[in-house]
């Protein structure tokens, strides 16, 4: 067997894989005796088939297959031993020479490569790339403080309702005669909430209602989904609901109202461990930087957007072996055309080119991402995940434990992995190259992305 390879350009190559008959002979035979030995042909005992038979059968698909595999193999193998940086897979060779399995003995394979450019760049202080720091503002503190206060209230009982109350008591239908009696419907804990009723009518009736207050209403006026609510209320069917169009009286016999948590010791624990927060003042404090630990990731995401504009440029003149790629995306990517490719390859060299720096930088200073980095990525993950929900305060081992779990997923690994390099090579390039910070409004912010 013989493998070599054909410098095009720097950029391009051609392998080719050259086989005689003595490099497949035994692995045809080999695979044509475990034929024999499987193949059940009526006339034959199993294994007893002539072997004349077997070849005339099986032959030619067996060189093929055998012949397939050694290529494959020798052709990597190659690849691998003399270190060649490819980009996407070897393409058969436009000028492959013809393969004829019933006639020859001696084959040859050719097969375009495309070759990894070198890239020559070096980074230091020269070069300059903004860092934006999101503005903490205010009523972004006072909307967190109300949020968390609100996820942190408690339910009271109170003597008269108000919009947002949860009123519970007992419905019981009017008859048509307008009398109240047994054959109609009745509910003895049926729950309603004020601001659900669209009907503004039929709504003030239940607001500043006491206890034990009476007061006549219509579901089917109150309520603009009125089979849904109907039936919800009235514990019937939707087809029952349907029916519905009487009036009925409702008795209030409780009251509940949602309380908001004050700004108090109780609170400040809750939300942030015991004794870490001992005033409001302090609470503020924490909630804003609770805000700018959020904003950090946006940052760092602009980031390495800006490096990345800024430091391609020191690639312009490198050359890619455009043509390749565009051969090798129509033949692997189903949903791409020659026309779509033309028009995408711009931005997918640009994306490449950014893809082999990050790499040239993660090998040239010993970069790496440790299972302790990912645990760590991971954790801030389902921390960023708790505190959407205003848990501030999830204790350590739980913590670890859902990261933990996230790890083992095949997907959820690979993007915390993806997360954690990132990470690794923001980290490297803002200590390389020099930041021009800026502090910038969050509306400013998310017109940088429009």
């Given amino acids: 067997m013989q493998v070599d390879k054909q410098v095009i350009d720097q950029v391009n190559a051609v392998i080719t894989v050259g086989l005689d008959k003595a490099d497949y002979q035994e692995k045809v035979e080999k695979s044509l005796k475990n034929y024999r030995k499987k193949a059940q042909i009526p006339g034959f005992r199993p294994g007893n088939v002539p072997a004349g038979l077997i070849n005339k059968m099986y032959g030619k698909s067996v060189l093929a297959e055998e012949v397939q595999n050694l290529v494959s193999e020798a052709l990597y193998n190659y ?3 003399n270190q060649l940086n490819i980009l996407g897979e070897p393409l058969p060779s436009k000028d492959q020479p013809v393969i004829d399995f019933n006639t020859q003995e001696a084959f040859t394979f050719r097969f375009d490569v495309a070759l990894s450019p070198e890239l020559p760049f ?19 503190i006072n909307d967190q403080v109300k949020n968390l206060s609100s996820r942190n ?68 006026i109150a309520y603009d989904n009125a089979e849904a609510e109907i039936a919800s209320l009235l514990h019937v069917t939707k087809d029952v609901a349907k029916t519905i169009t009487s009036d009925f009286a409702f008795e209030a016999k409780e009251i509940t109202r949602y309380q908001e948590g004050e700004l108090n010791q109780t609170l400040f624990d809750a939300i942030y461990g015991e004794g870490v927060v001992t005033s409001p003042e302090a609470f503020r404090e924490k909630v804003k930087e609770s805000i700018q630990a959020q904003f950090e990731p946006e940052s760092d995401y602009r980031f390495m957007i800006d490096a990345k504009n800024v430091l391609l440029k020191k690639l312009n003149d490198v050359a890619f072996p455009v043509e390749a790629l565009k051969r090798w995306v129509l033949m692997t990517k189903e949903d791409q055309t ?9 931005d997918m060299i640009e994306d490449l080119k950014w893809h082999l720096m990050k ?22 993950v389902t921390r960023a995940q708790f505190s959407q929900y205003g848990m501030m305060n999830v204790p350590e081992d739980l913590l670890a434990s859902y990261a933990a779990d996230m790890l083992k997923k095949e997907d959820s690994r690979r993007n915390i992995l993806d997360q954690a390099m990132s990470a690794v090579v923001s980290t490297y390039l ?3 190259i020099k930041l021009s910070a800026k502090s910038i409004g969050m509306e400013e912010f998310n017109k940088l992305f429009a």
């Fill in 430 to 432: 803002k200590g390389a």
């Fill in 153 to 220: 209230g408690t339910y009271i009982k109170v003597e008269a309702s108000e919009e947002k109350d949860v009123v519970k008591g007992t419905l019981i239908e009017i008859l048509a005669d307008g009398k109240v009696g047994i054959e109609g419907l009745s509910v003895e804990d049926a729950v309603l909430m004020p601001s659900y009723i669209k009907n503004e009518s039929e709504k003030a009736k239940f607001i500043g209602l006491g206890l034990g207050d009476t007061v006549v209403f219509n579901p089917a």
């Fill in 359 to 380: 790499e040239q930088i993660v090998k040239e200073n010993n970069l790496t991402v440790t299972e302790e980095d990912l645990l760590e990525t991971s954790k801030k």
């Fill in 79 to 81: 690849i691998k031993d």
């Fill in 338 to 346: 020659q026309e779509s490719v033309d028009k995408d390859m711009p």
């Fill in 122 to 140: 070096t980074l230091n202080k020269k070069d300059v790339v903004p860092y934006y720091t999101i503005e903490v503002t205010e009523d972004m």
